[in-house]
Nanobody
Framework: QVQLQESGGGLVQAGGSLRLSCAAS????????MAWYRQAPGKQREFVAR???????NYADSVKGRFTISRDNAKNTVYLQMNSLKPEDTAVYYC???????????????WGQGTQVTVSS
């Protein structure tokens, strides 16, 4: 069984930075791709960033140039460095593993419980 635990969320002013962490445990291999998603109040969950086992990355257009996804395979941990935060980045951020071909629309087998990020203007 795979477990994902996010941490690092909080309240930050616009223009500030936060780093989210996702610690994975269980039967998950370091070669697996992992991703971050977010869900704002009243909106559907949306893809934010993905990193493959070989550390190739792709991002949603809304976060390109501001967010960076990375991983530490020795620690089974994935990070999301978020810079130049905007109020519209306010959401619950989720870590996911076991990505499916439909990962851009939320296709993933395993999800964390999420961490709240609030950006004040």
């Amino acid at each position: 069984q795979v477990q994902l635990q996010e941490s690092g969320g909080g309240l930050v002013q616009a223009g500030g930075s936060l780093r989210l962490s996702c610690a994975a445990s269980g039967n998950i291999f370091s070669s697996n791709a992992m991703a971050w998603y977010r869900q704002a109040p009243g909106k559907q969950r949306e893809f934010v960033a993905r990193i493959t086992g070989s550390s190739r990355t792709n991002y949603a257009d809304s976060v390109k140039g501001r967010f960076t996804i990375s991983r530490d395979n020795a620690k089974n941990t994935v990070y999301l460095q978020m810079n130049s935060l905007k109020p519209e980045d306010t959401a619950v951020y989720y870590c996911a593993a076991g990505l499916l071909l439909t990962y851009l629309s939320g296709g993933a087998q395993y999800w964390g419980q999420g961490t709240q990020v609030t950006v004040s203007s």
